[in-house]
């Protein structure tokens, strides 16, 4: 199994910006989907940004532009860099890995709090 732990939250003013990061405790190597996913309160987890072992990316609309998701697959990295944050941004995040062959073997993190101020 895939032990995965997020980084980086924390406060930050409307307009700036934030890194997160996410690491694999165990090997997952290239063959997992690694995503970001938040969740603000009283709202659904949506997906933020994805990222292939070939480097193809998938981005939420609202996000697009502004956040940038990043994989080192020799360290068992995922990064977000955030920049023109803005306070709906304001969630918990969740990194996420998926199998590229069985949808079903799916992991996720313990998530990072993200307060953006206005």
């Known amino acids: 199994q895939v032990q995965l732990v997020e980084s980086g939250g924390g406060l930050v003013q409307a307009g700036g910006s934030l890194r997160l990061s996410c690491a694999a405790s165990?090997?997952?190597?290239?063959?997992?989907?690694m995503g970001w996913y938040r969740q603000a309160p009283g709202k659904q987890r949506e997906l933020v940004a994805t990222?292939?072992?070939?480097?193809?990316?998938n981005y939420a609309d609202s996000v697009n532009g502004r956040f940038t998701i990043s994989r080192d697959n020799g360290k068992n990295t995922v990064d977000l860099q955030m920049n023109s944050l803005k306070p709906e941004d304001t969630a918990v995040y969740y990194c996420?890995?998926?199998?590229?062959?069985?949808?079903?073997?799916?992991?996720w993190g313990q998530g990072t709090q993200v307060t953006v101020s206005s």
């Open positions: 996420n890995a998926e199998h590229w062959m069985i949808p079903t073997r799916h992991y």
């Open positions: 165990g090997s997952i190597f290239s063959i997992y989907i």
């Open positions: 990222i292939t072992h070939g480097g193809s990316t």
